[in-house]
């Protein structure tokens, strides 16, 4: 773990590679980025569904809005099963799928907000004002795509998710620089803790074997009985 901490930069640097290369491919690449679009909008969908699933099951004590929240979520699955197709199967082409993708959105963002605002209502849902608030937008959202589905092609959102992929790139690269800031300093400080430590070891201290036997002067022992000459 230690390894991959150390080289998190070599990491990000390849994904923002990737993420950039994906994006500007899709930007480049109509046929293809319409294909990405139906494909990754299949994807949410269908792990939208498995992550509402358990907790749905474990919160939700009214029997009639497990049903109707059971009901949208086939539904999405479905839909995002149906879209996955659609961009595997051979002699499609995303470019005629234009024209019903903006009411399959919008259908499905629609669903969303009026199984929320019908299970606030009739079956006596938790009443939170922010997720009020985002499923009232939600609704309405999925309403002007289907109502101006002239401009929700899947051609709209493949600039879309091709800026979004450079934007992301973009992020991870600087993400990554700022890690491999840290990590030359890290490496600086750990190089110089390692050659002081070396320089420490080098330095020779006189042993005890080297050092000459010392023997230390007799002292004069006056004897305090001897006759003194005055």
Partial sequence: MEGLKKFKWLYLWIAAAG???FGLIVLIW????????????????IAFVLIR???LIKTTRNKWAITINAIEMFVDLVVGVLLIVFTVKEGTSATDFNKIYPFILGGVLY????????????FEGKKEAVKFIVHL????VGVVIMARYDSFTTESFRWIFGLAFCLSGGIAGVDGGNNYRKY???????????????EEKEIDFPSSEDTPNYIPPKENNINQDSDYVC
């Fill in 19 to 21: 993420l950039i290369a």
């Fill in 30 to 45: 109509k046929e293809f980025g319409q294909s990405v679009v139906i494909f990754i909008s299949g994807l949410l969908l």
């Fill in 53 to 55: 699933f358990i907790p």
């Fill in 111 to 122: 669903l969303r907000g009026l199984v929320y605002l019908l299970e606030l209502s009739f």
């Fill in 137 to 140: 937008a939600i609704l309405t």
């Fill in 184 to 198: 030359r300093e890290k490496y600086s400080s750990d190089k110089n803790k390692k050659e002081k430590v070396k």
